[in-house]
């Protein structure tokens, strides 16, 4: 399996809808507190947006719905991890990606057998509270050395001008959330995202 370099994170079918045209190849739906009905709606939206602009699909956190949607692809933190039933997510032929932090929560996810494997923040990062301080480039380089040949995926506080150091060691592909949907000018921080992750395709 491979992973693009450019993986975008947001919280809508609309960012989706805005951004994928624009070469996105690779995008997590994101929504943490919606009623069923409309998460059902968005993942549908956004499977379909997805398959008309070739984007992979990952559908965090509500593995059921993005089952019964006919999505291939889920991510799931720690605390959703103790929950899911991976040996139904696997069965239904999903793959998976987790969250993980600290060693303790990568020894857990290891266990699950993920397709890749998310370290974070590597940088400070707005996105939310954290618990976890900055990892840094050398834990991206201890979490390859410990997963491979699983995917390692950086993710908080990155954006285009820290993009060649969390690949040079040993990253796979590189998450992005408020550097883009926070950005005065979306449509133009893709554009540089994507130009700067060309030469790790």
């Not at 975008?8 to 009905?37: C, F, H, Y």
């Not at 059921?64 to 991976?86: K, M, P, S, W």
């Not at 923040?121 to 699983?150: C, D, F, H």
């Amino acid at each position: 399996m491979k992973l693009d370099p450019f993986y975008l994170i947001v919280d809508s079918a609309a960012w989706i809808e805005r951004l994928a045209p624009l070469g996105v190849k690779l995008v997590q739906l994101r929504i943490k507190s919606m009623n069923e009905t409309g998460l059902r709606a968005e993942i549908r939206k956004s499977k379909g947006l997805c398959a008309q602009h070739k984007c992979q699909l990952i559908v965090n956190d509500h593995w059921r719905l993005a089952i019964e949607e006919g999505c291939d692809f889920v991510h799931l933190g720690q605390e959703d991890l103790q929950t899911a039933d991976l040996s139904r997510i696997r069965s239904a032929g999903v793959r998976l990606g987790l969250s993980t932090h600290d060693h303790l929560e990568l020894e857990t996810a290891m266990f699950a057998d993920p397709d890749y494997v998310a370290l974070g923040p590597i940088y400070p990062t707005i996105l939310k509270k954290m618990k976890w301080a900055p990892q840094g480039l050398e834990r991206i380089s201890e979490w390859n050395r410990r997963v491979a040949p699983i995917l390692l995926v950086a993710i908080g506080g990155l954006n285009p001008d820290r993009l060649n150091g969390v690949f040079e060691v040993g990253a796979n592909s590189a998450a992005v959330v408020t550097d883009i949907t926070l950005s005065s000018d979306p449509e133009t921080r893709t554009r540089e995202w994507i130009e700067k992750t060309d030469r790790w395709r």
